[in-house]
Every structure is written in structure tokens, then in C-alpha cells.
């Protein structure tokens, strides 16, 4: 099971770091990605990062503002969030999948709300 954490209300210019975690399995043994919805819109990729860690891709919107990364002492996926602007308000979720580059995500974890005031 995959559980997506650390959202909330931040102003425009802020940071937030979301977390994803996983009980019952490893998530170094997948590709993990994130992805958002913003209500009335569909769902957009956000980054992803490859099984290791060893390659990760950010959509061009979050390019330099996102970065996505690994810690597999502790189980956990990343997103670290600078810059933020009103546009990146939206639901975020974590997937686990296989399959580098073409990914196929297999698994899905309940979304965190982030919200950022202009």
C-alpha cells in the first residue's frame, strides 16, 4: 500500500516536501512517479525515478522547481517542492510501476491536497 503525506497550505514563492511510503513491500524495487489533479482537470505527470535512483524525470512544468528522490533506508520517495506557484495547487499522487523509461504504474496511493495562495 502506497500513502502519499506532507501537503498543506503554503503561500506562492514557498516549499513543501511530500512524502511516499509504502507498507508491504519495497519501493526501491519499482519506479516511482508523481502525478496531480487539479479539480475539472485531468490527471498530469509530475517526476519519476527509476528503480536505484539512478535516473529521474521532471515534467518541463516542474523542471527546476520539483525535484524527486529516493531514501531506501527509510522506504521512502520524495518530491520537494520550491518555488511553488498558484498553478501547482492540486491533489498529488504516488504510483509504483515498472518498465524504465515507458512506465507502466501498477499501484496507487491515496493523494495529498497541496494548496498554494497567491
Known amino acids: 500500500q502506497l500513502q502519499a503525506s506532507g501537503g498543506g497550505l503554503v503561500q506562492a514563492g514557498g516549499s513543501l516536501r511530500l512524502s511516499c511510503a509504502a507498507s508491504g513491500f519495497t519501493l526501491d524495487n519499482y519506479v516511482i512517479g508523481w502525478f496531480r489533479q487539479a479539480p475539472g482537470k485531468e490527471r498530469e505527470f509530475v517526476a519519476a525515478i527509476s528503480r536505484g535512483g539512478g535516473s529521474t524525470y521532471h515534467a518541463d512544468s516542474v523542471k527546476g522547481r520539483f525535484t524527486i528522490s529516493r531514501d531506501k533506508a527509510k522506504n521512502t520517495v520524495y518530491l520537494q517542492m520550491n518555488s511553488l506557484k498558484p498553478e501547482d495547487t492540486a491533489v498529488y499522487y504516488c504510483?509504483?510501476?515498472?518498465?524504465?523509461?515507458?512506465?507502466?504504474?501498477?499501484?496507487w496511493g491515496q493523494g495529498t491536497q497541496v494548496t498554494v495562495s497567491s
Open positions: 504510483a509504483a510501476g515498472s518498465n524504465w523509461p515507458a512506465v507502466t504504474y501498477d499501484y
